[in-house]
């Protein structure tokens, strides 16, 4: 496959995409607000978990206030981004399903959590949130003679994403819930960028053949010079339109269309996986910092240093 | 309270100039590194170590009777954190990469072995693929007395949505999680495909014949220095069972 079949082929996986789309602004919270929205999060919780949360020990920290709950778990709320996680104080070893159940019964597990949960609450008017992806965590062990059991069930994750208008928002689960053996709530995150409701424009959409080329010049980037033609590297994995919502440490003030793409390179000795993300309109409505941070500045290495830290412990040892 | 080390690795340009590898670049590994390591430090957590790209040597996680330098840096710390390419040999050996060869450029587990005299309990590799789960057996001699090895069981993404996953798994350790759930939370978006698996041994109580009993074990009871319960030490004579626990989508 060269680059033009592969740019086709990452093209023709978007699906259709429209000519124009809407642009939001993101709702902003005050401290007030997230404090506010935080008890409202800690009360629906504490009548799903059946233990109180009213009377936590609240912190506020740097970019997040964390909640001490009486009766074990936590609660924190991200100032930036207004994101909301309780904790339960289930150890991750105990609660275990009785046995690895089918899929379909896990669903509507986590499924009935969830509106207990009331999660669609968190959304905003013209949004929805719909269920995405279960995930399992599992254990399993093995004796000396690696002799293997069979592996048990110990928490189920089901995942939920954000849609604002007829578009996903990409990122993190918009709604995560975890749920024990037991049918206990384990956790519960919600990492929604709620919308102020009315569109702030209307931009013309880039074409996804575009997009796909911007994102394999960010490729050709990081795998730098190689014998290899980067064509006969790269496996795409997916290629998606729609919104996107950056971290939960992140503020962020519009939901711009953008494409994302999920692309690994396989048949090397490196497994590699990249995510990229490139704007779907020609005007830039939303800053993506895509440098990467640097390390902080240490002094350089030397063959010496080791031996330095070689000695010392020797002396210890000797002392 | 924990002392702790950090290598991250971004360029790799050097393995691919020599030959060695295709590897790519990376892009956020030190959004992750610098996440995990400041919120360690602001809980009182001290760094003992943090090199960056060439700076990090294969040697640090090499025992010392294999000719590495471990016992100064990896088996030195209670925490280390890494960041590079990796994978696993067909035989289930954790591999990963290196971007300067001092004095190889991969370094293999079966050269490790961790915790001995020494002070490792946790060991945390955000590489892809560096456990085999068909295969978790082969990473058996890396615990010297080390408790929980921390990898993945296949790719793990380099991205705008996992750069945060230094500092979550650091928070969840801080705010009193076991070490085995804020690494398999803490790398986990439940949108892209991580895999994060955490593996540990266990004595003939734990494994009690095969009727595991999972409440005694690392993955249950181990806490970061500081914030929770750390259990004792398992000697190589004491250890009967390997275990695993894994996210899967």
Redesign the interface.
């Known amino acids: 496959m060269d680059e033009k079949q592969l740019i086709e082929k990452m093209a023709d996986t978007a699906g259709q995409i429209p000519s124009h789309a809407e642009v939001f602004a993101v709702r902003q919270y005050s401290l007030e607000e997230i404090h506010r929205r935080a008890k409202r999060f800690l009360a629906i919780a504490s009548e799903v978990c059946e233990q109180p949360t009213d009377r936590g020990d609240w912190v506020q920290q740097?970019n997040r206030t964390?909640v001490r709950l009486p009766m074990g778990g936590?609660a924190?709320f991200h100032h930036a981004s207004g994101a909301m996680k309780l904790?339960t104080n289930i150890?991750?070893?105990?609660a275990?399903f009785p046995k690895v159940e089918a899929k379909e019964s896990l669903v509507r597990l986590v499924e009935a959590t969830a509106e207990r949960l009331r999660i669609g609450e968190w959304a905003g008017a013209r949004e929805s949130l719909s269920f995405?992806?279960?995930?399992?965590?599992?254990?399993?062990?093995?004796?000396?003679n690696?002799?293997a059991?069979e592996p048990?069930l110990?928490r189920i994750?089901g995942?939920y994403r954000h849609v604002v208008g007829k578009l996903p928002v990409?990122?993190?689960?918009s709604v995560?819930v975890q749920v024990a053996g037991t049918g206990a709530l384990d956790?519960v995150s919600v990492q929604i960028r709620e919308s102020t409701g009315e569109p702030i424009d209307w931009a013309p959409v880039v074409r996804p053949d575009v997009a796909a080329q911007q994102v394999l010049t960010q490729?050709s980037?990081?795998?730098?010079?190689?014998?290899?033609p980067l064509s006969q590297?790269v496996v795409p994995q997916w290629f998606g339109f729609g919104y996107?919502s950056?971290?939960?440490?992140k503020s962020q003030r519009v939901l711009a269309p953008h494409y994302v793409a999920?692309i690994?390179?396989a048949g090397?000795?490196?497994?590699?996986?990249?995510?990229?993300?490139v704007p779907a309109t020609e005007r830039t409505f939303l800053p993506?910092c895509?440098?990467?941070?640097?390390?902080?500045v240490?002094a350089?290495?030397a063959v010496a240093s080791?031996q330095v830290?070689?000695a010392a412990?020797a002396f210890r040892a000797y002392q | 309270m924990a002392r702790f080390g950090v290598e991250g690795i971004r360029y790799f340009s050097h393995a691919r100039a020599a030959g060695v590898s295709t590897a790519g670049d990376l892009t956020y590994t030190f959004n992750r590194a610098n996440g995990f390591d400041s919120s360690l430090r602001s809980a009182g957590h001290t760094r003992a170590f943090y090199w960056a790209n060439t700076d990090c040597w294969e040697t640090d996680i090499r025992d010392t009777d294999q000719g590495g330098d471990d016992v100064s840096w990896v088996d030195d710390v209670d925490l280390f954190w890494i960041e590079t390419h990796g994978n696993h040999e067909a035989d289930g050996r954790a591999r990963m990469l290196y971007d300067t060869p001092q004095t190889q450029w991969r370094t293999f587990s079966n050269q490790w072995q961790l915790g001995e005299n020494w002070n490792a309990e946790w060991v945390m590799a955000y590489s892809c693929k560096t456990v085999d789960r068909n295969q978790v057996p082969a990473l058996w001699n890396i615990f010297s007395r080390l408790h929980i090895y921390c990898g993945a069981w296949d790719d793990m993404w380099d991205g705008w949505t996992t750069d945060e996953c230094g500092e979550d798994v650091a928070d969840n350790l801080r705010d009193g999680d076991t070490v085995s759930a804020s690494w398999i939370d803490g790398v986990s978006d439940w949108w892209f495909d991580n895999h994060p698996i955490t593996v540990c041994v266990g004595d003939a109580a734990t494994w009690n014949n095969g009727n595991i009993q999972w409440n005694r074990s690392y993955l249950n009871r181990d806490h970061l220095w500081g914030h929770g319960n750390v259990e004792p030490d398992l000697s190589p004579a004491q250890q009967a069972c390997i275990l695993w626990r894994w996210a899967e989508g």
């Open positions: 740097d964390l936590r924190v904790t150890s991750p070893m105990e275990l995405e992806r279960l995930w399992q965590i599992k254990a399993s062990a093995a004796d000396r690696y002799r059991i048990v110990c994750v995942a990409w990122g993190a689960a995560a956790s490729l980037g990081l795998m730098g010079k190689s014998n290899v590297l996107i950056l971290n939960k440490r999920a690994a390179i090397q000795p490196e497994a590699q996986a990249y995510q990229f993300v993506l895509q440098a990467g941070n640097h390390p902080p240490t350089a290495r080791k830290a070689t412990r």
